[in-house]
């Protein structure tokens, strides 16, 4: 596994790497992660990761300072899934100068995740369009814990035509059903074993839909309703898998999206539902 930190470097490694499948992360490494990472090993010879936190993805009163870097455990975790190239780049490499150019999504960045973090993916698909112009990859891997950062660049792709085929992957959970997070780790004890609540929450949201229920407004505020007074929920929301718009009653393909604060993290998840 070669670590390399320029883009000069990365390019001359990967000249020789033409079938090469992408994972951008932002390190701090767990088992979703290292979930992308063997499904990248299966689509091409050569399997790419970027380690990155992106301090313009990041609200002023977000966590980017106190976002946790671990590179050492990271590396070690990355070859022993048999990544071939890591790409570990400073600040100053991927923004050697401010960024005043830059990707505008759609509508979409607005909702949902967007309305409680504003500037959040315009961040992200710049600085995935970056990294992709530096790695050059075919095909590029996104969890779908982060369900709306996955059709925003999907989207991204589709409507720039950018050369790169994008997978999304299943979401990896603990047993409690809690989906993997870095950011799991600022949960105390007490709130770890609260935490799960969010998931079971989305899946009575499901279990409701799948049933026949189809008053999603009702079904929204129920939910949020089923969040105890150790949380702070900001939405449980329910939308077409497609462009996560409302639902009309005819649509089959749906997605219950939820964010809720729990002490210091907040946490997201989502479930899909084909009715
Ligand atoms: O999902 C993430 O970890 C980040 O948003 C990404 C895609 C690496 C961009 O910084």
Not at 51 to 74: S, W
Request: proline share 6%; with cysteine; charged share 25%.
């Amino acid at each position: 596994m070669d670590i390399v930190t320029s883009v000069r470097d990365l390019r001359e490694r990967l000249q020789r790497e033409p079938d090469n499948v992408f994972v951008p992360t932002m390190g701090n490494l767990h088992a979703g992660h290292i979930q992308l990472m063997r499904l990248a090993k299966h689509r091409a010879a050569c399997t790419v990761v970027s380690i990155f936190v992106n301090r313009i993805q990041f609200g002023p009163k977000e966590d980017f300072e106190r976002y946790p870097r671990t590179l050492q455990a990271d590396a070690e975790m990355m070859e022993d899934v048999g990544v071939d190239v890591v790409f570990a780049p400073t600040e100053a490499e991927i923004y050697p100068e401010p960024q005043t150019f830059v990707v505008e999504p759609s509508d979409l960045q607005h909702i949902l995740e967007g309305a409680f973090r504003p500037g959040h993916f315009r961040g992200v698909a710049t600085v995935v369009l970056k990294l992709f112009n530096m790695v050059s990859p075919h095909t590029a891997i996104f969890g779908k814990k982060d369900y709306q950062q996955y059709v925003v660049l999907r989207d991204m792709v589709k409507q720039l035509a950018l050369p790169v085929e994008i997978i999304p992957a299943e979401t990896v959970r603990a047993e409690d059903g809690l989906a993997l997070s870095s950011r799991n780790a600022y949960l105390t004890p007490a709130e770890r074993t609260e935490a799960a609540r969010l998931y079971r929450i989305l899946q009575e949201v499901r279990a409701a839909l799948l049933a026949g229920r189809r008053d999603y407004s009702r079904l929204e505020a129920e939910a949020l309703a089923r969040f105890n007074e150790k949380w702070a929920a900001d939405y449980v929301a329910i939308r077409r898998q497609s462009d996560l718009q409302p639902p009309s009653p005819s649509d089959r393909n749906l997605v219950v999206l939820g964010a809720a604060r729990l002490g210091r993290p907040r946490l997201i998840d989502n479930v899909e539902v084909s009715l």
